[in-house]
Each structure stands twice: as structure tokens, then as C-alpha cells.
């Protein structure tokens, strides 16, 4: 796993370089972007770019990849599929210090439609009932304007076992929030607290990720999903998205 504590502006990573060791250059992070190799504009643009945008490197920046980034890094024709790389990675793992995190995929679909399909009261509210075909739909579905790279479909895991199902949208419908499209756990560890602890950990992960609220909607009418969210500090917005089956409340919560 990657020590994110040492991954630089533009995600590099100079712990072992000859010329550090060697007493060189003290080395991006430690030095402020006020390293030997920059001298000559005062310091790396690309370090004081990251700094003004509050992200701790390029991959967590708003508005990540943007068109300067290539040639800001020129020397690296692969940059934003590593910047992207590291994105996924640094945002999975901070989801949750109590579970394993992994995106879900095409394998996992039966240990999903498993998961879900005991949850009847949700469909109850929320037709059609779950099938591993619509598991897979909501697996590749996107809101307008959102790319494959924003979607956070993922599974948390207890000692192999899945225990609760995510889709996370980061950045919609604006750059500071992160929605929810999805969040379902098992009904065996419900009533338990443990849907409220990842929603908590997601809380703290979207605030360090510079998100400042958190959106979702549950079904109107749906007694379980209402208590849930307003335990956990959601309120309506006063907005509504109608369906043809159902009417669905929009919430948010602040991050701080
Ligand atoms: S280019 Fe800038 S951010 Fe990247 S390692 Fe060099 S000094 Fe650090
Ligand atoms: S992604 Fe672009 S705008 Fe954001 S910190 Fe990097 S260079 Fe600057």
C-alpha cells in the first residue's frame, strides 16, 4: 500500500533518490517545492499549483486533470493514468480504517444480489426488485457530465465478507460534493451501528478530500432509509426527483 505521506505534487515519490541521500536536494515535501532543480522560477509550479488548490497532489485536485497538466509534466506522457492510479487508490483507502474497501466488480455480483436481495422492505418502496442484472446496470451507471473515474461502486469487508455495498459519486453535481447513489448493508449486522460508523468514516474521508457536503436521496415513505439518514445528520433539501415508481427525497449533510 502507498505511504501517500510521501507521494509528491505531481506523484512522485523521492524517498531513496541518490541525489536526496546523497544531500543534494532536501526533497519536494520537506523543502516546500524549494528544491535545486526548480531554482530558477523560485520553486516547483506544479508543488505551489497543488498548495493553492489544497489538494496533496495533482490527482486530488478539483479540478484534476486539467489542460496544464501535461505539459507542466511533459517528461511523463502517462501522467494522468498515474495521477488517476493513485487518486483511486488514496481515496479507496481512506474509506475506512474498520473495513477492507475494494471497487466491486462483474465477479462480485453474486455476493451483491446476495446482500440485496435481503433487503425486501427496500424494494418494497424502491420496485423493481434487485436481480444480478440490475446490480450489474447500477454497476456502469453514471449521472450527466460524470466519467467511469468519478464512480466509486465498492464493497466493504469484513474477514472476506461483504457487508455493506457503495456508489459514490465524487465531485456531482458540483466539485465540493461527493453523492451518494447507493448504500446498502447486510441485514445481519444491521441495527448495529456499523452503516452509521461508514457513513461517519465517509463523512471525514470526503471533508480531507476537500468535498463540503454530502447528497443522496432515500424514498419517500421508506421508514427505515428516513431514520437512517436523519440519525446520521441528513436533512431534506426540499427538492424532489420523481420516477414513475417513486418519489425520491433529496438530502444533504454538511461536511465540516
Ligand atoms: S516536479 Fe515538483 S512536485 Fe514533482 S518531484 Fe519535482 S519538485 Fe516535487
Ligand atoms: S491538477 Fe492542475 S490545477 Fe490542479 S494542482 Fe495539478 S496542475 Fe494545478
Given at each position: ?8 505534487a ?18 519536494c515535501?520537506?523543502a516546500d517545492g524549494r528544491v535545486?532543480?526548480w531554482?530558477?522560477?523560485?520553486m516547483c509550479?506544479i508543488h505551489a499549483?497543488?498548495k ?205
Open positions: 500500500m502507498t505511504d501517500f505521506t510521501t507521494i509528491t505531481c506523484g512522485e515519490c523521492c524517498v531513496g533518490c541518490s541525489k536526496k541521500i546523497n544531500g543534494e536536494c532536501p526533497g515535501i520537506e535545486p532543480e531554482a530558477q522560477s523560485g509550479m499549483c497543488c493553492e488548490h489544497n489538494a496533496r497532489f495533482c490527482g486530488l485536485c478539483s479540478e484534476f486533470p486539467c489542460d496544464k497538466l501535461p505539459q507542466m509534466i511533459s517528461w511523463n506522457p502517462e501522467i494522468i493514468n498515474h495521477l488517476s492510479t493513485l487518486r483511486d487508490e488514496y481515496i479507496i483507502s481512506n474509506l475506512s480504517d474498520k473495513y477492507e474497501v475494494r471497487r466491486l466488480s462483474e465477479e462480485d455480483i453474486p455476493k451483491v444480489f446476495s446482500l440485496c436481495k435481503m433487503n425486501t422492505l427496500y424494494y418494497q418502496y424502491c420496485p423493481p426488485f434487485v436481480s444480478e442484472q440490475s446490480i450489474r446496470d447500477d454497476m456502469g451507471a453514471l449521472p450527466p457530465g460524470k466519467t467511469a473515474a468519478d464512480k466509486y461502486y465498492v464493497g466493504f469487508f469484513e474477514e472476506d465478507r461483504l457487508v455493506a455495498v457503495m456508489d459514490l459519486i465524487i465531485a456531482f453535481p458540483d466539485n465540493t460534493t461527493a453523492f451518494i447513489g447507493f448504500f446498502m448493508t447486510d441485514v445481519a449486522v444491521q441495527n448495529k451501528g456499523m452503516g452509521s460508523n461508514i457513513i461517519t468514516e465517509l463523512c471525514d474521508a470526503m471533508s480531507r478530500l476537500g468535498m463540503k457536503e454530502i447528497r443522496l436521496c432515500w424514498v419517500e415513505g421508506n421508514p427505515q432509509a428516513e431514520h437512517f439518514w436523519h440519525k446520521n445528520g441528513y436533512k431534506e433539501t426540499g427538492a424532489t426527483t420523481e420516477t414513475e415508481t417513486y418519489t425520491a427525497i433529496v438530502a444533504r449533510k454538511e461536511l465540516i
